[in-house]
T-cell receptor
Framework: SAVISQKPSRDICQRGTSLTIQCQVD?????MFWYRQQPGQSLTLIAT?????????ESGFVIDKFPISRPNLTFSTLTVSNMSPEDSSIYLCSVSTGVSQPQHFGDGTRLSIL | QKEVEQNSGPLSVPEGAIASLNCTYSDRGSQSFFWYRQYSGKSPELIMFIYSNGDKEDGRFTAQLNKASQYVSLLIRDSQPSDSATYLC???????????FGPGTSLSVIP
């Protein structure tokens, strides 16, 4: 399966700042997704990153707070904007090679907000 | 009713035993089913996927799907302490739909 590199692996940020998380895949993939996993919880889909167009956001997530870019078939970024302690979580990038195909996850970004 | 349900556990089994993890879902039309393993502090890792009714075996793992009863299970034979992790059941309703994850079941294999 594809090798997925996610950066940074962890960060500690100040309230009110923004952080951009990068997801790089070693081969072209059809689908890229961003998830959040809060401590002790399962995964919650934030959005589907669409190549060349605006991301598709899930209920409860908005572009102003979580802007996403996907300039090509191997790279995507998620920005967590104007961070508050409630944004402390693990953020995960996942990719799929096609419809109905399983998703594979990057190692995640562990984010703490002070 | 939640879309994907799992017993949260923890499920404890002795080393060498069969661990049985169960998952039920609410949408009868769901098409694709996945099992992920997540070690503490790590990201989810795909271990099995199944699309058709019946059993699918891969090494010590067997996924079982019964669409009529709306459940999918994962059997782990000859359980090892290294199998101790949280197991996430996930499904896709249609080919073009998002993946929905269950809450996960914590498995502990006791040496």
């Amino acid at each position: 399966s594809a090798v997925i590199s996610q950066k940074p692996s962890r960060d500690i940020c100040q309230r009110g700042t923004s952080l951009t998380i990068q997801c790089q895949v070693d081969s072209q993939v059809t689908m890229m997704f961003w998830y959040r996993q809060q401590p002790g919880q399962s995964l919650t889909l934030i959005a589907t990153a669409n190549q060349g167009s605006e991301a598709t956001y899930e209920s409860g997530f908005v572009i102003d707070k979580f802007p996403i870019s996907r300039p090509n078939l191997t790279f995507s970024t998620l920005t967590v904007s104007n961070m508050s302690p409630e944004d402390s979580s693990i953020y995960l990038c996942s990719v799929s090679t096609g419809v109905s195909q399983p998703q594979h996850f990057g190692d995640g970004t562990r984010l703490s907000i002070l | 009713q939640k879309e994907v349900e799992q017993n949260s556990g923890p499920l404890s089994v002795p080393e060498g035993a069969i661990a049985s993890l169960n998952c039920t879902y609410s949408d009868r039309g769901s098409q694709s089913f996945f099992w992920y393993r997540q070690y503490s502090g790590k990201s989810p890792e795909l271990i099995m996927f199944i699309y058709s009714n019946g059993d699918k075996e891969d090494g010590r793992f067997t996924a079982q799907l019964n669409k009529a009863s709306q459940y999918v299970s994962l059997l782990i034979r000859d359980s090892q302490p290294s199998d101790s992790a949280t197991y996430l059941c996930a499904l896709m309703k249609t080919s073009y739909d998002k993946v929905i994850f269950g809450p996960g079941t914590s498995l502990s294999v006791i040496p």
